[in-house]
Each structure stands twice: as C-alpha cells, then as structure tokens.
C-alpha cells in the first residue's frame, strides 16, 4: 500500500473563499468527499476501509511521551555535615504538582520534598541528620498512567528515575 502524496487533495472551489486543500473536498478512496457526503465519506475511511486508518501512512504514534527526568547539574555537589544546603537541580522533565509527582532521592534518603520551579529547574534542602559519605542524587517521577484521573480513586503509580548525580557531604 502506497501512501497518498499531497496531490490527492483538490483545492475547494464550491463557493468557499478559503481556498485550500481538504476542507470541503478532497480525494482518498476514489470517493469526493463534499458537504453533502462528509459522513459518509468519513465512514469509509473508518468502518468500510479499516486499512487506512492502521495504515502507516497516518503517521499516528500510539505512545505517550516520556515521562522520566534527566539531571543536567546540580547547583552544588558538596556541603559540610549539619550545615543547611539547598541544591538546585537543573534538568529536564520534571513533573508539575497538577500531572504527577515528583521528588528527590538522596542515598538512602527517599521522598525529599522539592520546590517545584518548572519542568527543568527545581530545588530540595540536604537533610540536616546526613553523614559524611558520598551520595547519589535523583530525581523521581511518579506518574499514574492517567491524564484525567477519577476523583477517590488510587492508581499505581509508574516510577521514572533519573541519571544519578554524586552529592559529597565533608
């Protein structure tokens, strides 16, 4: 099967001003699609002709983007021990509170809160109590699979964890 090129469209020339390709009329299927047919002619690309809409042709992608962060730097990568430190990550894709959740693993320091400031750029405090050791930074992504969840209604939530950055505490 041959993808149709751009020249199986007609130009509208029925009394519409727009002018351009595929609004009122159009060719696919050997069928002219115009007002008076549209819903046939759309249900030929559906029902009657279901080749075309698996067809690859469509160029339709059945996947969602992803959803796992990358860590590009942090804003320090060292502190003393008992000393208050914020570290600001700079990233990418890092969830909003309205479509996921997302937060910080230090070690073994798990579900740090963060300050959300956009999807590449946030910000979470090194917990006071930390010992001397090196630590492995990473941002969490926890989202449910769902755009528009039910209200009372829990879902599993699929984890996407970042690149891991080391953190020094002295």
């Given at each position: 099967m041959s993808c149709p090129k751009d020249s199986t469209a007609t130009t509208s020339t029925n009394g519409s001003s727009s002018g351009y390709a595929g609004y009122n009329s159009s060719t696919s299927n050997n069928i002219t699609m115009t007002?008076?047919?549209r819903?046939?002619?759309?249900?030929?690309l559906t029902q009657s002709n279901p080749s075309y809409t698996q067809s690859k042709c469509r160029k339709i992608v059945?996947?969602?983007?992803?959803f796992t962060p990358v860590?590009?730097?942090?804003?320090i990568t060292s502190s003393a021990?008992?000393?208050y430190s914020v570290v600001y990550v700079n990233g990418y894709n890092f969830l909003p509170p309205a479509n996921g959740t997302t937060y910080v693993n230090f070690g073994s320091y798990t579900n740090l809160?963060?300050?959300?400031?956009?999807?590449?750029?946030?910000s979470f405090e090194i917990p006071l109590n930390v010992k001397v050791g090196d630590y492995s930074v990473v941002v969490v992504n926890v989202y449910n699979g769902n755009f528009s969840p039910q209200v009372n209604t829990s879902y599993s939530g699929?984890?996407?964890?970042s690149?891991?950055?080391?953190y020094t505490i002295v």
């Open positions: 007002d008076s047919n819903a046939q002619y759309n249900n030929n059945n996947k969602y983007p992803s860590i590009y730097s942090l804003s021990k008992g000393a809160p963060i300050i959300y400031f956009s999807s590449t750029y946030l699929n984890l996407n964890i690149n891991a950055i080391n």
